[in-house]
């Protein structure tokens, strides 16, 4: 079944794979039971990969981020950003848009009357189904098989169950980076349309130098070699999801609340050009 996986599909199970390698950490921020489960053989492959690209030679100081910890952080944030959504009063809805290989309706304790929706494609619903077949949720898990460049993806949502009149909570992980910037628009536009004042949302990104610093080239590179080149970034998070109707704050790896004690570089300057920045946005909708 792996096999129907595309090259965008495939990241998620790299991204499985380094929250596999996070689990065995002793001291590591986070659990996951079931990343080693779901990453495959493929999996520990790409992040060999990766690996290779951002090690620097012997001897010689590292100059690329390090996308393990990175990993690390964003799940960890993003873990915590769901559970405080999910005890807020009235929130009963979780969309994660893309699911892919995620495994927190199955890692996590969830309150009890909680809808948690997963949106992907059918091939990563079914490989990941297969992989978690004797595997049980901890909430009432409805999965969405279908593409988010889909005209009815809100109308397979709507026939899971969802309720767009309700608040909600949405999860936009590891995804606007390979989308285009009209992609991304398109997508936060339909997303605000579907949600109710009070919902929230968080994703991660990137700036736009990070889309073209040399320095960031072997990282680049190896995703465009993969299939799935980086197309977006943007140097105003918070503006962007302003203008489709949500209050957002933008953290950076790194910065308070972002750090979980494992960021090892220096947060670059608010006023510093040329470098590269990740962004973690969560914001609610007005």
């Known amino acids: 079944m792996i096999e129907t996986l595309d090259a965008v599909e495939r990241t998620s199970l790299l991204t499985a794979a380094l929250r596999a390698a996070e689990t065995r950490r002793p ?9 080693a489960m779901l990453c495959g053989d493929v999996g520990p492959s790409l992040l060999a990969e990766m690996r290779a690209a951002i090690a620097p030679p012997s001897g010689t100081p590292r100059t690329l981020p390090s996308s393990p910890d990175y990993n690390a952080i964003r799940t960890r944030l993003f873990d915590d950003f769901l559970q405080e959504a999910a005890r807020t009063e009235g929130m009963h809805q979780i969309v994660l848009a893309p699911a892919g290989m995620d495994s ?25 189904q297969d992989r978690l077949a004797d595997v049980t949720p ?6 969405v098989p279908v593409d988010l460049t889909s005209p009815t993806w809100e109308e397979d949502l709507l026939a899971a169950g969802y309720d767009p009149k309700a608040p909600s909570t949405w999860l936009l992980e590891g995804l ?26 968080a994703a991660d990104m990137v700036n ?16 465009s070699r ?14 962007l999801f302003d203008r489709f109707g949500f209050s957002a704050e933008a953290v950076q790896p790194g910065q308070p609340g972002a750090d979980f004690g494992r960021w090892p570089d220096p947060v670059p300057p608010a006023h510093e050009r040329d470098v590269r920045r990740v962004f973690f946005v969560r914001g609610e909708r007005r």
Do not use: M, N
């Open 138 to 143: 901890r909430v009432d898990h409805r999965t």
């Open 226 to 239: 993969w299939g799935c080149p980086w197309l977006f970034g943007t140097d105003e998070p918070e503006a």
């Open 176 to 201: 606007l980076y390979y989308l285009t910037e009209a992609d991304t628009h398109h997508v936060l536009r339909r997303v605000a349309a579907i949600t109710a004042p009070g919902s929230r949302i």
């Open 27 to 35: 001291d590591r921020i986070y659990e996951d039971p079931y990343a």
């Open 104 to 128: 927190r309706a199955y890692r996590l304790d969830w309150p009890d009357g909680l809808r948690y929706f997963e949106i992907d494609r059918p091939a990563v619903l079914g490989y990941k």
């Open 208 to 223: 736009s130098a990070a889309l073209t610093l040399t320095y960031l080239r072997p990282v680049l590179d190896l995703f």
